[in-house]
C-alpha cells in the first residue's frame, strides 16, 4: 500500500542553498497534508501543514505547495541549514473523522552541508 | 512547551512475553494514537483513541494489541505474547480535538523482541 510516496530517499544541498522535498499521493479523499522532521532517536516533530482548499502555507523558511490535481505536494526550505539536516516525512490524511489517521511517506533524507 | 512522554525508552523481551508501552499525551488533548516504525519502514499507523474507545485500528492492530487510558493521563499498549516482527520502534502521539490539527508525537520505545 503505497498511498503516500516520497521518491528520493536522501537529498544534499549546500548551506544557503534552497531545499525541495518532494511528495506524492494516490488516494483523492486525503483532504490534509502534513510534514514531520525527525532525527535520530527522536519522534516525528510537526513542521507545518496545508488544507486541501489551499495550495500554499508559509511559515518562516519553510513553504509547503499543493498541486491537487497532480497529487503532488512540495516543502521548500530556504534558506538551508546545516541543523535542517534530518529525516523528512510527508503525511496525508482523509476527512474530518475522529480517527484522522496520518499515512506517512518513506521519507527523504536531507544533508545540508555547511 | 508540552510534550508527549515515552517509557520505557528501550524495552527488551524474550519471544512469546507480554510487554506494556507506556505514554503520557499532552494533557489537553483528546485524541491518542499509537505508531510503529521497523528499523527501514515507514511510520505505520496502528491504532486511534478517543473518548475511551477505539476509533480506528490498522490490520496490524491484532488481537495480540490492546490499550487502554487507566487513568487520565497515561495511555498504554499491551502487546500480549511478542513475536520477532514485533521488534520496532513504537511511537504515541496526540492531538487536541476534533478537525484537522497536526499530531504531536513522543520520542518512541524501541522495543526489542528476542
Known amino acids: 500500500d503505497q498511498q503516500v510516496k516520497q521518491n528520493s530517499p536522501s537529498l544534499s544541498v549546500q548551506e544557503g542553498r534552497i531545499s525541495i522535498l518532494n511528495c506524492d499521493y494516490t488516494?483523492?479523499?486525503?483532504?490534509?497534508f502534513l510534514w514531520y522532521k525527525k532525527y535520530p532517536a527522536e519522534g516525528p516533530t510537526f513542521l507545518i501543514s496545508i488544507s486541501s482548499i489551499k495550495d500554499k502555507n508559509e511559515d518562516g523558511r519553510f513553504t509547503v505547495f499543493l498541486n491537487k490535481s497532480a497529487k503532488h505536494l512540495s516543502l521548500h526550505i530556504v534558506p538551508s541549514q546545516p541543523g535542517d539536516s534530518a529525516v523528512y516525512f510527508c503525511a496525508a490524511s482523509e476527512g474530518n473523522n475522529a480517527g484522522n489517521m496520518l499515512t506517512f511517506g518513506g521519507g527523504t533524507r536531507l544533508m545540508v552541508k555547511p | 512547551e508540552p510534550e508527549v512522554t515515552q517509557t520505557p525508552s528501550h524495552q527488551v523481551t524474550q519471544m512469546g512475553q507480554e510487554v506494556i508501552l507506556r505514554c503520557v499525551p499532552i494533557?489537553?488533548?483528546?485524541?491518542f494514537y499509537w505508531y510503529r516504525q521497523i528499523l527501514g519502514q515507514k511510520v505505520e499507523f496502528l491504532v486511534s483513541?478517543?473518548?475511551?474507545?477505539?476509533?480506528?485500528k490498522s490490520e496490524i492492530f491484532d488481537d495480540q494489541f490492546s490499550v487502554e487510558r487507566p487513568d487520565g493521563s497515561n495511555f498504554t499498549l499491551k502487546i500480549r505474547s511478542t513475536k520477532l516482527e514485533d521488534s520496532a520502534m513504537y511511537f504515541c502521539a496526540s492531538r487536541p480535538g476534533q478537525g484537522h490539527s497536526p499530531l504531536h508525537f513522543g520520542n518512541g520505545t524501541r522495543l526489542t523482541v528476542t
Open positions: 488516494n483523492s479523499m486525503f483532504d490534509y
Open positions: 483513541f478517543y473518548n475511551n474507545e477505539i476509533s480506528e
Open positions: 494533557s489537553n488533548h483528546l485524541y
